[in-house]
């Protein structure tokens, strides 16, 4: 898997979603849970704007001297006893962890949820080369177990339901309870303490390194992180070259706005900092340790308008506000970060060819940038996109082309103008419904096929004007 | 260790920053805000124990308070409430400060296996955490806030006792409590700045482990312990 997912079309894949009703009924109550959560969880602190001011300014510095702090992070963890890589593609930063799994001589890998792995195709990678790999997550482990793709950055397995959850792992792990969550959860425990006890190779992602110290810290509430850094005798860790602050007094903040933002919790069950190998005598924790830091396409981001892109520290409470994911699912995005933060990040990170229709899954409503806890202007980010896509690129879908350029022949004349406002009304009334166009003629069409247009009103605005200077209200 | 592909990685991202390589001389600027600072600013100790207590029924985590004198058997119910056989517990320097050296010969005594992590031992302490039903160690900094213990884990202190164990107790002397992450990550801070080397793993505990990747239930208890008592007690 890379950080695309599946190869239907964006229509299909949103028709799909559309027609899926346990899933869209799911990421509804999911979304309002999320969001209650969170903004109980701001209301408690009294002053989240402030917080948010904080969050923004800490990745705005440590992403203006992102060089200064990655050497500074390297080094603290080459003091440590760690290896560090600095992998340009997703292709280097496989061929590199797969290297190390060989002289290893490893054979069984766990790994902790990740979003960078799943985007530069880890597991895939590291099964063509011999390994077997166990997601440890419960809802990655799921996810693998019935090889379906994420459709949410926190809570992976959104899409299904427990009878469905139940099946698979009947299906594949021979179990025979009910679909209470709490059974099905106590299998996953069983089945993968085996696994954590017998595995080599731990592999985790990375929510945010310490420059200052070298520590990697990984947020979590399962506890399958503790055991994957805990228990093999190597450990790699995988982290977007974005995913670091200065000092561990910046990591607080962050990880407040982040658990805050995503879950609503204060703190997760779990905040876990590592550094380096195991110090002498201790017996938990790696014995080697690597840490691979990856770009795959982050540093074109640097230095443009769309620089702040990489201040996101994927709680996803913007995909839990947007009404469009609401509506369509995760899967629709056809890329592994979905949602506003995904329609922005996506292109910039894969192109535009194939991605051109994700700055338009968004009714620019804005409910992103107010929820987004460091303050990304995701809308405006999404404008700027289509404003791209338009002019530069010139991928605007065609009809949408030309009914922009009859509206603009209509519109330059003045005397057709006022014309047209006048017989508007009678003219378009065989399209119109309930003071709505549905299914508009000649320029209207590629309009109204993705959505209504009101009706003219009864009475223009020009002569409305003139009769209210006149005194008369109405 | 090595460290590869650094220079032409840096000065990629240097370039597309638009300025020279930045490899030293980058100070920290003053933030305009501070909220984290005024969560629970001038609560006294005892205040700090009822945000807690208060904490602890959203984080699905049973709450004692004691003295020195009664930890001994607020511990042994807690141990039985857990139907705990066997025990795994830090080898730390307050066991016997807070007298838990006796405790754990008393519960021998009554046939329950305990077992006092021994780096000389190795990976016999994980073996054993695997299987015992309840780990025990000290909070090294109490988070009021969010219901946290801290761990600094050691040669002593390892992972597992918090983490293999089905069910886990927190010891936590009152003085270890501050209002939130804030103070314990300012307390790292500094340690780093004076050249102390930072504990390989710091494990800040919120209760039980949980997920909600099913149907956004949330279940208690899935990798980690599936309960967690926090027992404050009285300093000595």
């Given amino acids: 898997m890379s950080i695309r997912i599946g190869t239907n079309s964006f229509e299909h894949r949103v028709q799909e979603g559309i027609k899926n009703d346990f899933m869209r009924g799911a990421v509804s109550s ?83 949820k990740s979003m960078v792995t799943e985007e530069i195709g880890l597991n895939k990678a590291l ?6 790999v166990v997601e440890t997550d419960l809802g990655e482990w799921i996810l693998q177990l019935d090889e379906d793709p994420p459709s949410h950055i926190v809570t992976p397995a959104l899409h299904k339901n427990k009878e469905q959850i139940r099946e698979t792992f009947a299906a594949k792990k021979g179990y ?40 990697v810290t990984l947020v979590t509430n399962e506890g399958n992180a503790r055991l994957v850094t805990s228990l093999p005798d190597t450990q790699i860790t995988v982290m977007g070259m974005e995913r670091l602050v200065p000092t561990w007094e910046d990591l ?42 990856v770009d795959n396409g982050r540093s074109k981001i640097l230095g443009t308008e769309f620089q702040s892109a990489l201040h996101c520290i994927r709680c996803a409470a913007c ?139 009864k009475q223009s605005f020009r002569s409305w004007y003139k009769s209210r200077r006149k005194g008369d209200e109405s | 260790m ?17 300025r020279s390589r930045r490899k030293e001389g980058v100070e920290r600027p003053e933030w305009s805000v501070s909220p984290q600072w005024e969560v629970y600013q001038g609560y006294s100790e005892d205040q700090l124990v009822d945000v807690l207590e208060k904490q602890c029924k959203v984080i699905h985590t049973d709450f004692r308070k004691t003295d020195a004198a009664g930890l001994q058997d607020v511990l042994k119910e807690t141990v039985d409430r857990y139907q705990g056989k066997s025990i795994i517990a830090a080898d730390d320097s307050r066991n016997q400060e807070y007298s838990l050296d006796s405790f754990y010969q008393r519960m021998e005594a009554d046939g329950v296996e305990v077992h006092i992590w021994d780096a000389g031992k190795g990976k016999e302490n994980q073996v054993f955490a695997e299987r015992a039903d309840v780990g025990i160690t ?86 980690g312990p599936i309960k967690v008592t926090y027992i404050v007690v009285e300093d000595k």
């Fill in chain 1, 252 to 293: 607080e903040v962050l990880v407040s706005l982040l658990t805050r933002s995503a879950v609503g919790q204060k703190l997760t069950s779990y905040v876990t900092s590592l550094t380096g190998t195991r110090l002498e005598g201790e017996v938990d924790g790696p014995e080697e340790f690597h840490l691979v830091i």
């Fill in chain 2, 138 to 223: 000290f909070s090294d900094a109490t988070l009021a806030e969010s219901g946290t213990v801290t761990l600094f884990n050691s040669k002593g202190n390892g992972r597992s006792i918090s983490l293999l164990p089905k069910t886990y107790i927190a010891v936590i002397p009152k003085s270890t409590i501050v209002p939130r992450i804030t103070q314990a990550t300012k307390h790292i801070h500094e340690a780093n700045q004076q050249g102390h080397e930072v504990s390989s793993c710091v494990s800040f505990i919120t209760g039980p482990s949980n997920s909600a990747d099913i149907e956004m239930n949330l279940i208690v208890g899935v990798h």
């Fill in chain 1, 319 to 457: 995909i839990n506000a947007c009404p469009v994911y609401r509506h369509v699912g995760g899967h629709s995005y056809g890329s592994i970060y979905p949602g506003p933060i995904g329609a922005v990040l996506t292109p910039l990170l894969d192109g535009y060819d194939d991605h051109k229709e994700l700055p338009y899954a968004s009714t620019l409503c804005a409910a992103c940038t107010e929820a987004c806890p460091v303050k990304i202007p995701l809308h405006e980010h999404l404008i700027r996109h289509r404003q791209i896509i338009v002019e530069k690129e010139n991928k605007a879908p065609k009809a949408e082309k030309l009914a922009m350029k009859g509206f603009a022949k209509w519109g330059s004349s003045p005397a057709a103008y006022k014309m047209s406002t006048k017989m508007a009304r009678t003219a378009l009334k065989p399209w119109t419904k309930d003071e709505k166009i549905e299914n508009g003629p000649g320029p209207m069409k590629a309009w109204t096929d993705a959505r209504d247009f009101p009706a003219p009103s």
């Fill in chain 1, 30 to 112: 999911a979304q309002g849970r999320f969001r209650s959560g969170r903004l109980k969880a701001a209301e408690e602190l009294g002053n989240w704007e402030d917080w948010r001011t904080l969050g923004e300014e800490i990745r705005n510095h440590t992403m203006e001297n992102l060089d200064f702090y990655l050497q500074q992070l390297s080094d603290q963890v080459s003091k440590r006893g760690g290896s560090v890589f600095f992998a340009e593609t997703a292709e280097e930063a496989n061929d590199y962890i797969q290297n190390v799994i060989k002289k290893k001589n490893g054979k069984k890998v766990v790994k902790s």
């Fill in chain 1, 176 to 215: 025979d309870k009910t679909d209470k969550p709490e059974e099905l959860a106590l299998f996953a425990r069983e089945q993968l303490r085996k696994d954590f006890l017998s595995a080599d190779i731990g592999i985790t992602g990375c929510n945010f390194a310490v420059a200052e110290s070298g520590a």
């Fill in chain 2, 2 to 18: 090595a460290i590869q592909n650094r220079e032409s990685f840096l000065n990629n991202l240097a370039e597309n920053l638009g």
């Fill in chain 1, 127 to 132: 099964e063509e080369a011999g390994s077997e």
